[in-house]
């Protein structure tokens, strides 16, 4: 187990050496840098005070040495400063990233909920009513487009019916205490998570039915089934706990996207979270902020995967064995 | 809908005796202002980068730093300037110099008093270097005479309206010296959380959410403003902002906040109002323009013959639901002052424009007349249908025609940088004094390479150039107008770059928030005589 940890830690170092490299080079790759942007809607032309932009956001150097620089600060754990926010990097991210942990850990939440239950239900009543409506509402979950479903359900749930309020993460100037702030958050939170659940919600359900139908097959159901297990034991301890496997790969690959948060999500339900962040960042070709928020992410993505091995073993004691 | 009473003088003509009238609030008659509350208010772009940024940044970062950040005057929606920081402004005989009379009694909301070293620093170490940049050239020196007077030398005689239109303008914002004296103005801390004069002072910011702003207790003008609180929030997405209005959630957003088929629907209910004016000092057009660098478009034949194949009142009905104009000539015609209608107009007429590009020497070959690169910028999601259209227009005309239409930063580079494109769509926004937001399009001294929003055609004509060197300093406003008349005239028949359309913005506002519209660009508003009736 301690093998498996160091291993993955280990695989940091390059991960992340790897991401900037290839991050900065795209970005140098595409047309235009921040320099031109804040330039631009500074609206400065005067040569001079152009040149002493160029010095203070070091776009002067030439791009190797703005790499080397970028690459040296961040093993010293500084990411860097954001001429564009006026703000070290680290701060920005850090203003922004409870609010997207908050909403992507509740839609994951709502989604393995939502999804597993479904699967499971729709593995056990196969080929019935109840298997057909939950793979029409997958499918329907998963093709609909994001910000479609959370303009409808802002129009019905927020405006029409009032219960939820359209949009944010807190009332503003509320402030009465860390309780009532949490319910605040949380009266907040329900509209966005469960438009982002509902979508990944489908994948888990599909996947779980599927797996499920796959161990329903196998012997050693039969055989519980033979010793006089009752139903649900058989379902709950013998076929779910085998057929969760796959949820969890699954799982292990969304966790590592929790970073990146929802641009889509987040503009409908303007939830300050780093998805906006991230993409004004790549639209002014704000390459500190950009990378600043990619080395976190492939932090996140490590440890992630670490999680999810471990998980397996806890899962299928037979992979210990290998 | 404005109920703003029109204090309808010149500075000029305002002593210190008129100006203590603005010590009242001065809304006479019509209904009693009521105080309190808290407004929520959002506009149809992003959050800033930056609550205040020093040298423009846009106008989301002067969205939010105006309510903090005032300047010495104002330009009201019937283009009349007002006092704010400062209760006179003379020229000399000659033009050459400015006596600047400051108002009394005035503090920074860190309690300090706010005097005339203050404007001595905004106009030598900001506004000449940083915010005003060409506006200001001729700005030799200034000083302070007394705690309360500042007079500006300059090289050459300034005219008055176009002082008073930077110190109005985006690019007068009065900053503290004690606080910024010293540091690099550009990156200093403060301006996520400025601090000025102005009647709200900067409560909280949470990134990605909003700025919370708390009434000014000790503004100068006293009972303003009449709001307790004014929240700014941002929305990302125009059908968020609809539903946020019609549950009651949001109570003012400028510039186009919600989709354009949704106003009619929202707006007819009553309780929501769809404002056009107060957009006249920052007036939008959607341009087109000829890089001079090719030889086709050298041609000035070719150019009126491309403007003649757009049929630009269709642009206006179906891209901006008739949320704009056709332009005429190159000033917005909501520019009241300077604007004519006496200019070459391209009515669309694709027969004329084909047997104009027959006679200019390009005849259909093999199907085609010639070819060329079509560079739409993507910042506004208009700019992609106009740029198919357009695409499809001049391919009506047997051009081929390669689109793109490219994000922001590329946009920005092949057009203003790389000069990388033949036909280019583009906007901009001007104020209503012409120098230099509108003129530098076609001055031979706006081609400044990778400055964006300047000549990027490359258009250079000494006829034209000496026409705007004669308005830079002619100080006799009439003679002013008729160069002005003259620089449009000539501009719109040589065509190296024109307002397809003009813009019409729109405030969406709940019937019941007052007196929102004092001056002739609501996105720099204070909304210190904004009130509530709830």
Redesign the interface.
């Known amino acids: 187990m301690n093998r498996i940890v160091l291993r993955r830690l280990a695989q940091v170092i390059p991960l992340v050496l790897a991401v900037i490299v290839l991050n900065f080079v795209l970005i140098h790759l595409a047309p235009g840098s921040l320099f031109d942007v804040m330039t631009a809607e500074q609206q400065i032309s005067d040569p001079a005070m152009l040149d002493q932009l160029r010095h203070t956001y070091g776009v002067d150097q030439p791009t190797w040495v703005q790499l080397a620089k970028y690459i040296w600060s961040v093993m010293r754990l500084d990411l860097g400063f954001s001429y564009r926010q006026n703000a070290p990097v680290l701060n920005v991210i850090m203003d922004q990233l409870p609010a997207t942990v908050i909403l992507m850990l509740a839609a994951t939440s709502v989604a393995l909920l939502v999804g597993v239950t479904a699967g499971v239900l729709a593995s056990v009543r196969v080929n019935t009513i109840w298997d057909n409506l939950i793979s029409l509402a997958a499918v329907f979950f998963f093709a609909a487009p994001s910000f479609w479903l959370g303009i409808m359900m802002t129009v019905l749930f927020a405006v029409k019916l009032g219960w939820f309020p359209v949009g944010g993460m807190r009332t503003i100037g509320a402030g009465n205490g860390a309780f009532a702030d949490a319910l605040d958050v949380m009266h907040h939170l329900v509209l966005p998570a469960t438009a982002l659940g509902l979508f990944y919600a489908a994948t888990y359900a599909r996947v779980m039915r599927a797996s499920m139908l796959e161990v329903f097959r196998l012997d050693f159901v039969r055989t519980a089934r033979a010793k006089g297990l009752s139903p649900s034991r058989v379902v709950v301890a013998h076929v779910m706990r085998n057929a969760l496997l796959p949820i969890v790969t699954l799982l292990g690959l969304q966790l590592g996207t929790i970073l990146g948060g929802s641009v889509v999500i987040e503009a409908v339900f303007s939830w300050p979270g780093i998805g906006s962040l991230l993409f004004d960042s790549v639209m002014s070709r704000n390459f500190p902020m950009v990378l600043g928020v990619l080395v976190l992410g492939s932090l996140l993505v490590a440890v992630a995967n670490a999680t999810v091995d471990l998980l397996y073993l806890r899962l299928d004691p037979r992979i210990r064995a290998r | 809908m404005s109920r703003f009473s029109r204090r309808d003088f010149l500075i000029t003509t305002a002593g210190a005796a008129l100006a203590s009238s603005m010590a009242e609030p001065a809304l006479a008659g019509l209904e009693t202002p009521k105080r309190g509350g808290?407004l929520?208010g959002t506009w149809g772009g992003?959050e800033p980068?930056?609550l205040f940024?020093p040298?423009?940044?846009?106008s989301s970062p002067y969205f939010t730093s105006t309510k903090v950040l005032e300047r010495l005057i104002r330009l009201t929606v019937d283009l009349k300037f007002e006092p704010v920081l400062a209760v006179d402004i003379k020229p000399s005989a000659d033009f050459k110099s400015y006596t600047i009379k400051l108002r009394e009694g005035v503090t920074w909301h860190d309690g300090n008093p706010f005097t005339a070293e203050d404007v001595v620093f905004n106009a030598m170490q900001y506004w000449k270097?940083?915010s005003a940049?060409?506006s200001l050239d001729a700005l030799e020196s200034a000083e302070a005479t007394d705690p309360l007077t500042v007079v500006l030398k300059f090289k050459a005689p300034v005219p008055e309206f176009f002082l008073k239109s930077v110190l109005a303008g985006k690019s007068g914002l009065v900053i503290p010296k004690h606080i910024y004296a010293g540091s690099?103005i550009?990156?200093n801390?403060i301006?996520?959380a400025p601090i000025g004069t102005g009647p709200f002072k900067v409560k909280e910011w949470?990134?990605?959410?909003?700025v919370?702003y708390l009434r000014n207790e000790k503004y100068w003008n006293p009972g303003l403003p009449y709001l307790d609180?004014l929240?700014i929030?941002?929305?990302?997405?125009p059908?968020?902002r609809a539903?946020?209005f019609?549950?009651g959630?949001?109570d003012i957003g400028t510039f186009n906040p919600i989709p354009m088929p949704d106003i009619a629907r929202l707006a007819s209910g009553g309780k929501i109002i769809a404002e056009t004016k107060g957009y006249a000092n920052s007036a939008w057009v959607t341009t087109i323009e000829f890089n001079q660098r090719r030889d086709i478009f050298n041609k000035r034949e070719v150019r009126q013959a491309l403007m003649q194949a757009i049929d630009r009142q269709f642009i206006a009905d179906t891209v901006f639901f008739g949320r704009a104009r056709p332009s005429l000539g190159a000033v917005h015609s909501s520019n009241t002052i300077f604007f004519t209608n006496d200019v070459q107009d391209y009515p669309f007429d694709v027969k004329k424009a084909g047997k104009m590009l027959d006679a200019a020497g390009f005849p259909v070959k093999g199907g085609s007349r010639f070819k060329l690169s079509l560079v739409s910028a993507g910042w506004f999601e208009e700019n992609i249908k106009i740029g198919q259209y357009v695409k499809q227009a001049f391919e009506d005309l047997d051009i081929t025609v390669d689109l793109a239409v490219?994000?922001?930063?590329?946009?920005?580079?092949?057009i203003?940088?790389d000069y990388d494109y033949d036909v280019a769509i583009s906007n901009n926004s001007g104020g209503i004094e012409l120098i230099p937001s509108t003129t530098?399009y076609y001055t031979t001294d706006g081609i400044?390479k990778?400055?964006?929003?300047?000549n990027a055609t490359g258009y250079s004509n000494p006829k034209l150039d000496e026409i705007v060197a004669k308005m830079t300093v002619e100080t006799d406003e009439p003679k002013r107008i008729v160069l002005a008349k003259d620089f449009d005239r000539l501009a719109t028949i040589e065509a190296p770059l024109l307002p397809m359309v003009d813009l019409e913005p729109v405030t969406i506002v709940r019937s019941d928030v007052r007196n929102h519209s004092a001056t002739a660009d609501f996105m720099g508003e204070s909304w210190a005589e904004l009130w509530l009736d709830r």
């Open positions: 808290t929520i992003f980068q930056s940024v040298p423009g940044g846009g270097p940083i940049g060409v690099n550009i990156t801390p301006n996520n949470v990134r990605g959410s909003h919370e609180r929240v929030r941002w929305w990302r997405d059908a968020s539903a946020a019609e549950a959630q949001l490219p994000d922001r930063a590329t946009s920005l580079k092949r203003y940088s530098q400044v990778g400055a964006a929003f300047r």
